[in-house]
């Protein structure tokens, strides 16, 4: 019973450990990767729709992005919604595909840069935390009720310990990992 309780949580600490990844996948590094995109929402046929479901994008230079709508009529919907989004993109069309030329990044922009990266993970070690306390809560209750003996309660929180430090030193080492390749000129 304690080690389905463990594995569930593990798994949970896992998920949130592949959403920092993705979200630090869309932080601009100054190289182009339609990571950086895909995941902007499009207003398409009156739904929000990511843009990665309503085009391909392609990157033929390191420097340039290519986006290629499927229904050439809402290219100018991709354009204002690149424009409007927090990456700082400038894109161009030319009636049937948008391109971006992906800018160098200034030392400031880095800078800022840096510290949203230290924020994301900042709120994902918070999320294991949170998750370690709902499975104490667990463990206790189950102590309470007596299907748990106190050796087996302090065995399962030094367990779930563990589990909660290797994820937070995971999601710090996937924060000094972003920040290096954000210093990178």
């Known amino acids: 019973m304690v080690s389905q309780h ?3 949580i593990e798994g949970k600490m896992q998920k949130a450990a592949e ?7 869309t932080i601009r590094t100054g190289r182009a990767t339609p990571s950086l995109v895909e ?16 085009a391909g994008i392609s990157v033929p230079e390191a420097k340039l992005l290519v986006i290629q709508p499927w229904d050439p009529g809402i290219i100018h919907n991709i354009e204002k919604a690149i424009q409007s989004s927090d990456l700082g993109l400038n894109p161009s069309n ?26 994301r993970v900042e709120e994902r070690k918070i999320t294991v935390r949170n998750l370690r306390r709902e499975a104490m809560d667990e463990l206790k209750e189950l102590e309470k009720a007596k299907e748990l003996s106190q050796d087996e309660h302090k065995r399962a929180l030094g367990e779930l310990q563990k589990l909660t430090d290797v994820h937070t030193t995971d999601a710090e080492q996937l924060g000094h990992d972003k920040e290096a390749e954000l210093l990178q000129v």
Not at 39 to 54: C, E, F, P, R, V
Not at 103 to 110: E, G, V
């Open 39 to 54: 995941h902007i929402k499009i207003d398409y046929a009156g739904m929000s729709t990511q843009l990665n479901q309503i």
């Open 94 to 119: 030319d009636g049937k595909v948008i391109r971006i030329n992906i800018p160098p990044l200034s030392q400031q922009r880095r800078q800022e840069l840096i510290k949203i990266v230290r924020k």
């Open 6 to 8: 463990l594995s569930s």
């Open 19 to 25: 959403g920092l990844k993705q979200e630090l996948a």
